[in-house]
């Protein structure tokens, strides 16, 4: 805690960000009009079957200024104000099909409420009010969009899991050396975890579709390439990349991106990122 003193705003003119959080609930239908009954399941499985479906989404408004005399970016109470007025008393509870303009498939430029173009149209709705550096908007606590006001460039992130062994060691050295290096990690036969894998892409937000790549195409590869491969193995004697690499975190996180990069290309999209997360306390980009 600043004691209230002269020099109380001594941050004044110093640049920070600020993040709000704000929650909505409301369902949404995926189904274009000038496809066939046999055309929106194939594309859309589960998500074209009428009525629809709902989300507990949660965005978070990352915001940038200047810190002013009284220590603050904004007023959080404007800001509070801001994303209500503009953004969650229009969705919350509702339909978004029938919401906002932009989801009007009547219109050939109507696109479907996908996360990835919900957040882009937020973005324009909040923008003209706060000072806005991103967004992201999670339709559930494993698939969020991010958007950072890049005309139609939008991010998209997939989360997944599988429970591996591994030892980290290398065959070269002696048990002594891989113990100093490696510690308890290097015990002859090994441990196991229950990895956390953020699948990050990138790309233009389709103007119909309103999605980065197909939604289902994307999952099917990271469920036939990563998780099908990878989940209840001893990845130093299952996964022959390992036979002679070091499994580190570091390690795998690159060999998911490498196994990744030209599947995810031919949907379109490109890798952005691979998050590996083996525990709660380490992680590898």
Not at 157 to 180: I, M, P
Request: with cysteine.
């Amino acid at each position: 805690m600043c004691p209230l003193t002269s020099n109380a705003n001594h941050g004044e003119g110093r640049t920070c960000i600020i993040t709000r959080r704000a929650c909505f609930s409301s369902s949404h239908l995926y189904w274009l009009p000038e496809l066939s009954a046999k055309e929106n399941a194939s594309s859309f499985g589960a998500c074209s079957l009428s009525p629809g479906h709902g989300h507990n989404y949660e965005l978070i408004v990352s915001m940038v200024g200047q810190l002013n005399e009284y220590g603050m970016v904004l007023n959080l109470s404007d800001v509070k104000h801001a994303i209500k007025k503009e953004v969650t008393s229009q969705l919350d509870f509702h339909f978004l099909n029938q919401t906002w303009p932009e989801f009007d498939l009547s219109q050939s430029q109507g696109s479907l409420p996908t996360t990835e173009r919900l957040v882009q149209v937020i973005w324009k709705r909040l923008q003209p009010h706060l000072p806005i550096l991103s967004l992201r908007l999670y339709e559930n606590p494993q698939l969020w969009a991010d958007y950072k006001g890049n005309s139609m460039n939008a991010y998209l992130t997939v989360q997944t899991h599988f429970a591996a062994a591994h030892r980290l060691a290398r065959e070269d050295l002696s048990q002594q050396k891989n113990d100093e290096i490696f510690g308890k990690c290097a015990r002859p036969n090994g441990h196991g975890h229950n990895y956390l894998v953020d699948i990050t892409v990138k790309g233009s937000i389709d103007p119909r579709t309103g999605m980065i790549c197909d939604l289902s195409k994307l999952q099917k590869i990271i469920d036939d390439l990563i998780v099908e491969k990878y989940d209840h193995t001893f990845l130093n004697k299952d996964i022959p990349h390992f036979s002679n690499c070091v499994p580190t975190a570091e390690n795998i996180a690159l060999h998911i991106s490498d196994e990744l990069n030209l599947p995810i290309k031919s949907l379109g999209a490109q890798l952005h990122k691979v998050k590996l997360q083996e525990s709660p306390n380490n992680a590898a980009e």
